[in-house]
């Protein structure tokens, strides 16, 4: 039976059918939940911000608990009630996942939490992940590729942190990505959000 994220003022409607496919070493609806949060990402870069959009199930349930995108430019994540409007850095979704799950769940009912994501965890939220204590992570897209991405479209910034694997961060969170049917999709995100900001410069 599909479960169906009904629309919000911030969020578009989302349905998630538990199919056969899947990647390697996962388990059932992962592919589904990561197009949900490809989704997400889209809805991001719709708002000028960078395409990553996560969402946090609990497995044993297959409930969907919270589900968020990048709002580093837009601000004011609704999973952080009171969060001040305006651009702030921290607010990758996985980080206020991992923050809302530290203040709304028991450690049991995080540790059967899985989260999903269009792209892998950054330091800052591979940190996040394991302090809180949460499940696995699913990834659609990796570091290694969003680097090469970035590279290709010229967006080869100095970053603010080493592009590290979430297990580098993180060694005991078990995790499974990428998967490369994202992939095109995903690129073709970050290629858009490099040309709204052009266009907006």
């Not at 305006?86 to 530290?102: K, M, N, S, V």
């Not at 709304?104 to 269009?118: D, I």
């Amino acid at each position: 039976m599909p479960i169906t994220l009904k629309p919000s003022a911030l969020s578009s409607e989302i349905t998630i059918n538990h199919g056969k496919n899947k990647p390697e070493g996962s388990r059932n609806g992962d592919l589904e939940y990561l197009r949900a949060c490809v989704a997400l990402a889209r809805e991001a870069v719709s708002t000028g911000d960078a395409p990553f959009g996560s969402v946090l199930v609990n497995t044993s349930t297959n409930t969907i608990l919270a589900r968020d995108r990048n709002r580093t430019v837009s601000g004011s994540s609704p999973l952080l009630h009171g969060s001040p409007p305006g651009p702030d850095p921290t607010l990758h979704p996985e980080f206020t996942i991992a923050r809302w799950a530290g203040l709304n769940l028991s450690p049991e009912e995080r540790a059967v939490c899985t989260v999903y994501t269009s792209g892998e965890h950054c330091a800052m939220c591979s940190a996040a992940h394991a302090y809180v204590g949460l499940g696995r992570i699913v990834f659609a897209s990796s570091t290694v590729q969003l680097g090469r991405w970035l590279e290709e479209l010229g967006e080869n910034k100095k970053r603010a942190l080493r592009p590290l694997s979430i297990n580098d961060v993180a060694p005991g969170v078990e995790v499974h990505g990428p998967v490369e049917e994202f992939a095109d999709e995903i690129r073709d995100l970050h290629r858009q959000h490099r040309d709204s900001r052009e266009k907006a410069s």
